[in-house]
């Protein structure tokens, strides 16, 4: 991944849904997580409330701006016991 590109990554249900585990795109100025959703058709304008978000493996919101290099990754509920 060059300095350009943003690292997205699915993990769990949203990765089965989407038949793909991770992906590059490059990166826009401007650019935030809820544009990436979109950008990428994963489902509606922006993911599901239930849907967390996380850039550079800590929680952010929808709205972050994204810089060069970053790894955005959605996570869906995780149930356990």
Known sequence: MTSGELRVRLFAGLREEAGWQERSLVHQSGMT????WKLLNLGGTAPPA????AINHEFAALDTPLA???EV??????SGG
């Open 73 to 78: 990754a959605f996570l869906p509920p995780i």
């Open 33 to 36: 997580a809820a544009a990436v």
């Open 68 to 70: 060069n290099g970053d």
């Open 50 to 53: 239930t849907v967390r978000v």
